[in-house]
């Protein structure tokens, strides 16, 4: 069922023709008494006032950014997005929709991603409603039902990646950010479609480990970032050390053996690599005999 324009006029005419109609019913009451008045004229102004109070029941407002959903007897009859206003038939019921843009926040979900690792996640959506006869006649309750969709995508998602990312170029929860809402989004749209429900934005607000594993995982992590450290270091003090060695080599500053260009080479690299300072120590006598 999509949504199509209901029956509607404006509101303000048609209270100047009720107004018309009630002058013209008491016009007809009061001259009833009247010898030359014709017959049934009393009655036919208390029947021009009953159904002018029916008609009355007509009028209704409509707010900006909202639709009325309109049914006669039970079948869906239209929607109404004008604003101010309108008269429409009074046997219609009708239904406020809101088609402002509406966020909410999902709770914490404890979730496996797809390294079996427990996460806590959660997210925000920005929606609106886009086809109010889908929204109302196709779900029962279409703001419960996107708040439950919702995180029902945001669990599905969260299982088709790995928190970090174990190689370069592999979408990860925390370091992909750009991919990861965009799937969420799209996740969520493909279930609210039915709703009329359009999904502005999903973007995820919360992500952490669980407790149960968060200390073991901090000290993975901090772990990863100290060899990640370390290689950086040792790759440059090798290059350090290379070029120092080719400096002197090519200035005669020192001929160099092997034994002490070795000495020299662990010297260098005790000190660039060293975690604290080092302290010199002069040694006057020679390599060889110390």
């Known amino acids: 069922m999509n949504e199509r324009q209901g029956f509607s006029v404006a509101g303000i005419p048609t209270i100047v023709v009720c107004l018309l109609i009630g002058a013209g019913a008491l016009a007809l009451i009061l001259s009833a008494g009247r010898p030359e008045s014709a017959p049934g004229t009393f009655f036919a102004g208390i029947v021009l006032f009953v159904l002018l109070g ?24 239209g929607t109404v997005r004008f604003e101010g206003l309108r008269w429409t038939n009074p046997f219609y019921s009708r239904g406020r929709v809101s088609l402002r843009v509406r966020n909410f926040e999902s709770g914490k979900l404890k979730v496996n991603d ?19 006869a889908e929204a109302v006649f196709r779900v029962d309750d279409y703001e419960n039902f996107v708040q ?44 609210l479609n039915q ?63 092997e034994e002490r260009r ?5 010297n260098l690299l005790v000190v660039l690599c060293g975690d604290r300072a080092t302290q010199p120590v002069v040694n006057t006598g020679t390599l060889y005999g110390g």
């Open 54 to 77: 029916f008609a009355c029941k007509g009028f209704f407002q409509v707010a900006p950014n909202e639709g009325q959903v309109m049914q006669l007897f039970g079948k869906y009859a």
């Open 114 to 132: 797809s390294d079996g690792n427990p996460i806590e996640i959660a997210s925000v959506v920005v929606w609106q409603v886009v086809d109010t």
């Open 148 to 191: 439950i969709q919702s995180e029902s995508a945001l669990r599905q998602m969260a299982q088709n990646y790995p928190y970090d990312a174990h190689n370069d170029g592999q979408p990860a929860l925390r370091s992909h950010g750009e991919v990861i809402n965009n799937h969420l989004r799209d996740e969520i749209q493909a279930r």
């Open 195 to 257: 709703a009329g429900v359009e999904v502005i934005e999903a973007r995820i607000s919360h992500l952490a480990y669980a407790q149960e594993i968060a200390q073991a995982m901090l000290q993975r992590q901090q772990a990863n970032a100290i060899v990640a450290a370390r290689e950086r270091i040792v790759e440059g003090a090798v290059g350090m050390v290379a070029m120092a060695l080719d400096r002197l080599k090519e200035q005669g500053v020192v001929e160099l053996d």
């Open 262 to 266: 070795a000495a020299m080479v662990s």
